[in-house]
């Protein structure tokens, strides 16, 4: 080859390493997104009928995610073993913020968040399915409000779920209406199960343990959506709720005693039958008035008084025995006994009776005391005989949801 091809070709060779340069400039390799990022590009993107899947394993989230396309599905292999970690959350209020009809999730985990763990927000037909929320660290006030937490939503079905270690309820359902809660555990929370100023739920087959107290039933003022009644509870082992108290200051629910079963606030048309309520250390069961807080009521349309309340075919055992409340013990101390399965502070709306507020039909041997609380407790009355009426039964919610 002579001097002058030689050159040719080299001119040539250097033209095309140029070319190629100059592609990988224009067209530079992509760094793989990691699955934080995968995930939410998902989620912004998705469309009615997707199902978003998240894969076996420990996946380190540090911002909230959030869904608002209706009709989709986020669903992992099993309650622990897809796991979504938010233990260096440094974004967001909350794990999961869904406002979005028609969604489901199931078979995963969310923990450690810095607020609430999954929020579902004005959503309709909701099914949260073999879903764990937890604080991995135990009980304590710094750690999110809410586990499981629907909240001015319609037609929710929680089942098989497990929430641990919120500083306010484990499984929460506000300002809501047809609910189910059925097969699921609540544990370490403040409130392991609250209906709160909600309408037509059913609260069935769970086990609530190791709480402030197991399952509340409240309405309160001051709320766009109040009025709360028509709940059911029922088949429910509600024992051992004997945590003590660590929601922050001011949260209405540092002021539930350790030590309570269930808790029921001026909420009306409820059904409570066939729980076994054990060895809850404050009361197995308290119904009280919101009046008991002291705290002065704003709100011109609220009803702070509880009625409708119906009681039946329970079973308690033990309980009682070292009450968290300041009336409550000096009650047990005069009497040197327990504290009765039911406590009810007696208060009443005016013009109305004892049997308006509350009705039972328990067992012979189910003790059962009226505080006096309008009267500084001055004269408590063990005599049950006023409540010895029956309530018609209340219609079991059904849904029409596809099963996942």
């Given at each position: 080859m002579n001097t002058k091809n030689k050159i040719v070709c080299f001119i040539r060779l250097a033209s095309i390493c140029l070319l190629i340069v100059s592609c990988g400039q224009e067209n530079p390799v992509m760094p793989e997104l990691s699955f934080e990022e995968k995930l939410q590009q998902r989620l912004i993107q998705a469309q009615p009928g997707d199902v978003i899947n998240i894969p076996a394993g420990t996946h380190e989230i540090t911002r909230s995610l959030s869904l608002n396309i209706s009709g989709v599905t986020l669903a992992g292999t099993g309650i622990d073993e897809s796991i979504l970690s938010f233990k260096n959350q440094v974004q967001g209020a909350?794990?999961?913020?869904?406002?979005?009809?028609?969604?489901?999730?199931?078979?995963?985990?969310?923990?450690?968040?810095?607020?609430?763990?999954?929020?579902?927000?004005?959503?309709?037909?909701?099914?949260?399915?073999?879903?764990?929320?937890?604080?991995?660290?135990?009980?304590?006030?710094?750690?999110?409000?809410?586990?499981?937490?629907?909240?001015?939503?319609?037609?929710?079905?929680?089942?098989?779920?497990?929430?641990?270690?919120?500083?306010?309820?484990?499984?929460?359902?506000?300002?809501?209406?047809?609910?189910?809660?059925?097969?699921?555990?609540?544990?370490?929370?403040?409130?392991?199960?609250?209906?709160?100023?909600?309408t037509f739920a059913?609260?069935?087959?769970?086990?609530?343990?190791?709480?402030?107290?197991?399952?509340?039933?409240?309405?309160?003022?001051?709320?766009?959506?109040?009025?709360?009644?028509?709940?059911?509870?029922?088949?429910?082992?509600?024992?051992?709720?004997?945590?003590?108290?660590?929601?922050?200051?001011?949260?209405?629910?540092?002021s539930v005693p350790a030590g309570t079963g269930l808790m029921i606030m001026a909420n009306d048309n409820i059904e409570v039958f066939e729980n076994n309520f054990e060895d809850n250390n404050s009361a197995n069961v308290l119904i009280v008035s919101y009046l008991i807080n002291e705290i002065p009521i704003t709100d011109p349309n609220y009803d702070p008084f509880p009625e409708a309340i119906y009681l039946h075919n329970n079973q308690y055992t033990g309980g009682g025995e070292s009450p968290d409340s300041e009336p409550l013990a000096l009650l047990q101390a005069a009497t040197g006994q327990p504290l009765p399965d039911i406590i009810w502070d007696g208060m009443l709306a005016e013009g109305k009776t004892a049997a308006d507020a509350l009705c039972f039909s328990e067992a012979a041997d189910t003790s059962f005391v009226s505080l006096d609380a309008s009267n500084g407790f001055a004269k408590p009355v063990f005599d049950a005989a006023a409540h010895d009426c029956v309530l018609p039964r209340l219609t079991e919610i059904s849904m029409s949801l596809s099963s996942q």
């Open positions: 909350e794990g999961l913020l869904v406002s979005a009809n028609d969604f489901v999730i199931r078979d995963l985990a969310i923990e450690d968040t810095v607020g609430d763990a999954l929020k579902i927000n004005e959503s309709n037909n909701v099914q949260i399915l073999r879903v764990r929320t937890e604080w991995t660290n135990g009980p304590l006030s710094t750690n999110g409000a809410y586990g499981i937490y629907p909240v001015q939503s319609s037609n929710i079905l929680i089942d098989e779920a497990v929430a641990i270690g919120a500083s306010d309820a484990g499984i929460y359902v506000g300002q809501s209406s047809r609910i189910i809660v059925r097969n699921s555990r609540a544990e370490y929370n403040v409130a392991g199960i609250e209906i709160e100023n909600s059913d609260v069935h087959d769970n086990v609530a343990t190791n709480n402030t107290g197991g399952i509340l039933v409240f309405d309160l003022p001051n709320l766009p959506v109040q009025g709360g009644r028509n709940t059911r509870i029922y088949n429910n082992q509600i024992f051992a709720n004997n945590t003590d108290n660590f929601a922050p200051e001011g949260n209405i629910v540092a």
